[in-house]
């Protein structure tokens, strides 16, 4: 870009997560993998008019004079990375948007605040996630369309009916004074569920730390929350022994973010 978005500009951070194990892991295909991220979201940022002003390690920080375009582009660089075909480490990597005022004074980008504020939405997120804040959010050219039954309100872009935000309330991010509430971008083909935020103001909660993870049972896990989207209560049965008590605190933990009161 020839000119760069000064004023009021949207901010779009990455980061891969895993990196450094990676590295570790996957020595001989890491820096391939690597490159190969680094064009997908060069050709991505730019084909929707965005300005790659900072790379730090694989760590991407651009700019874009329109918050849709930064949507766009965040959700294209998800597929492409999704489509690739990785030998070894599987490139998957967080998104993090936010508007707000910032001057280009040739070199780099003067608003330290907004600059900070879209960092630490970046940080918040998990790989293959794609988090923004209302500053954002508000910008966006957004036809209302809540969906029945749902716990939060889903709303829709116009002309991307598959694209939808999950509300995810006012979250303190590190060393930012003020919340911010933050959105989820969902869209069909991109992951839904993820481990609760990683905010310092975690959802209140009493569930027992669990020492081990928990492995199978996706259906069922799947089928559990969606009835808990159109009930007050749940009822688990089965014979003594089967796990029951150990599903429904795996189901409580996924759920954190749903409920701003506590599970």
């Not at 040739?106 to 209302?134: C, D, F, H, P, W």
């Amino acid at each position: 870009m020839s000119n760069k978005p000064t004023g009021a500009v949207t901010f779009l951070f990455t980061d891969i997560e895993g990196s450094t194990r990676f590295a570790q892991e996957f020595p001989d295909t890491f820096q391939t993998a690597v490159n190969r991220h680094h064009t997908i979201l060069q050709n991505a940022i730019e084909s929707n008019k965005g300005y790659v002003f900072e790379i730090v390690g694989d760590a991407f920080c651009c700019a874009f004079e329109n918050a849709d375009d930064a949507l766009k582009a965040a959700i294209d660089i998800h597929f492409a990375l999704a489509g690739e075909n990785w030998e070894g480490a599987r490139i998957k990597i967080r998104i993090g948007i936010h508007s707000g005022q910032a001057e280009w004074r040739g070199e780099k980008y003067i608003g330290y605040i907004t600059l900070a504020r879209a960092a630490r939405v970046m940080s918040a997120a998990y790989g293959e996630q794609i988090l923004i804040s209302n500053d954002t959010y508000k910008l966006l050219d957004l036809t209302l369309s809540p969906e029945e039954g749902k716990k939060s309100e889903l709303y829709k872009l116009k002309g991307k009916s598959e694209i939808s935000f999950r509300d995810l309330g006012d979250r303190k991010l590190k060393d930012l004074l003020q919340p911010i509430r933050l959105f989820q971008v969902t869209a069909s083909g991109l992951r839904y569920d993820f481990p609760p935020l990683k905010t310092i103001d975690q959802r209140r909660n009493n569930l027992p730390v669990q020492l081990t993870s928990f492995i199978g049972r996706e259906e069922e896990i799947k089928n559990a929350k969606e009835l808990l989207k159109h009930t007050k209560l749940l009822t688990l049965t089965g014979t003594g022994g089967s796990g029951k008590t150990r599903f429904a605190i795996k189901i409580a933990s996924d759920v954190i973010d749903e409920y701003e009161c506590g599970v």
